[in-house]
């Protein structure tokens, strides 16, 4: 075999460094050797074991399936020889550069995604491989090595690797996966995918595994398996329960009934069609949108309410009412204790147990409290039971006493300054102890 026959990349392209490589073949970045070509960059892929037939069909199969694509979220193909891999020559092919990290090594250093986003990457996901099951393509080998989310990001997701996959155009040629053939990979075992079925070209698998991209997006681990050793579905394993349980309660529920279908062994009873999954995950999105919008309601209610001017004169109205309706109660009680045997208070509120001041009525239209606090004594039939109504006036607070229709102003202050307790204090009693020598008839 020539030199040139073992290298007919040689021809038109010039590589510039190995990027990567897997069991299928080893990638390099080229840039053509053709001046006239516009000046970018672009992937070789060459086959890692050019004699194996099966490995020679497979790159065949990807080939055929990326010339007949024409999507945003799939690399372009722009030339290859696959067409001879009934031959011994070097099988090659040339994409389009995807410039980014894949799924994976992303959350390789980085935490696991909120539902949001990792929504809208499956979703994005979905219309890719919706685009492919149009054409009649499987792609089987969905998982996060095979995704590379363009310029790192993660709206932007890209699928490569369509070596496995079923085009039904080629239904009747010569490079169709061998019956017993197990297809799949390790990120997410099927068994519609597995040597003994006969369900392989079913796209329904694509879309499970798309489920399984969404659930490693969350988690951070790969689901593995549909169910594990002890019967339990990825969902509902320890580990991964651990990072479920930061979702809110609503969400979980949602997304763990997304789960429940997604992965049940009977593949007639998980995620049927695309458009069907894709609204079940924008219904997510939905509630976490509804979540965010109600913290931002949240948010702007008190924003409002703290910055308005008509509440911080509300606030200082409360804090002075409540002040002043501690004063009345317990000058009362030191009134009638300085009176004696016989004496005691009366209230239109209990507040022995509790001392409840600040579960004051207040008539906020108005700016207004009333409260009554009194003297009586056990030997009459009558209590000193005055009404006291506070109210705002412009900048200040008027605190009014009221005995059988007859007012006395006992205090004036402002909202925002503090009372003079000191003076009213002396007010008050000389106002009780006129009230009892009144009750007594002295």
């Known amino acids: 075999m020539s030199k040139q026959k073992s290298k007919p990349w040689d021809e038109k392209w010039e590589i510039v460094k ?5 069991g299928q073949g080893d990638t390099f970045l080229v840039k053509p050797k053709d001046s006239t070509i516009l000046s970018q960059s672009f992937v070789l892929k060459k086959l890692k074991n050019q004699k194996d037939p099966e490995r020679r069909k497979r790159m065949h199969r990807e080939v055929a399936a990326l010339s007949t694509l024409d999507c945003p979220g799939i690399p372009r193909l722009f030339e290859s020889n696959s067409d001879q891999f009934d031959s011994d020559v070097p099988l090659y092919m040339v994409g389009e550069f995807i410039e980014g990290k894949t799924l994976s090594q992303i959350l390789d250093s980085s935490p696991p995604m909120g539902i949001a986003d990792a929504v809208n990457l499956v979703l994005k996901l979905l219309e890719t491989i919706q685009y492919c099951h149009n054409l009649g393509i499987v ?7 095979n995704i590379i989310m363009r310029r790192d990001d993660i709206a932007d997701p890209v699928v490569i690797d369509f070596g496995i996959s079923f085009n039904e155009s080629d239904a009747d040629g010569t490079i169709l996966t061998e019956p017993w053939q197990q297809l799949g990979n390790r990120f997410l075992a099927l068994p519609e995918l597995q040597v003994s079925s006969s ?8 879309i499970t595994q798309c489920c399984g991209i969404w659930f490693f997006a969350i988690v951070g681990s790969p689901p593995v398996t549909l169910l594990d050793h002890e019967g339990r579905m990825p969902h509902q394993r320890p580990e991964s329960q651990k990072a479920l349980s930061k979702i809110p309660s609503d969400l979980l529920a949602k997304v763990n009934r997304i ?11 998980r995620w049927q069609s695309i458009p069907e999954l ?3 995950l924008t219904d997510c999105i939905s509630a976490t949108e509804n979540a965010h919008n109600a913290e931002q309601y949240i948010a702007q209610i008190q924003n409002k309410v703290s910055t308005s001017s008509d509440y911080a004169r509300r606030q200082s109205f409360k804090k002075l009412a409540q002040q002043l309706n501690r004063e009345l109660y317990n000058m009362s009680l030191t009134v009638a204790r300085e009176l004696g045997k016989g004496f005691g208070t009366t209230h239109n509120r209990t507040y022995l147990k509790s001392r409840d001041f600040e579960g004051l009525d207040i008539d906020w239209t108005h700016l207004k409290f009333s409260e009554r606090h009194g003297i009586t004594n056990e030997f009459l039939p ?6 006291f109504t506070g109210y705002a006036t412009g900048n200040e607070l008027v605190l009014l006493a009221e ?9 004036r202050t402002p909202l925002n300054g503090e009372p003079d307790l000191t003076a009213l204090g002396e007010r008050l009693r000389l106002f009780y102890l006129e009230g009892a020598r009144k009750l007594i008839g002295a």
């Open 199 to 206: 369900m392989q070209r079913d796209p329904r698998a694509d």
């Open 382 to 387: 009558n209590d000193f039971f005055p009404k």
């Open 278 to 280: 894709q609204q079940a």
């Open 259 to 269: 789960f429940d279908r997604a992965f049940g062994t009977q593949i007639d009873y």
């Open 403 to 411: 005995v059988n229709g007859e007012k006395v102003e006992l205090l």
């Open 18 to 22: 190995p990027i990567g490589g897997g």
């Open 139 to 145: 792609h089987r080998d969905i998982k996060p090595d």
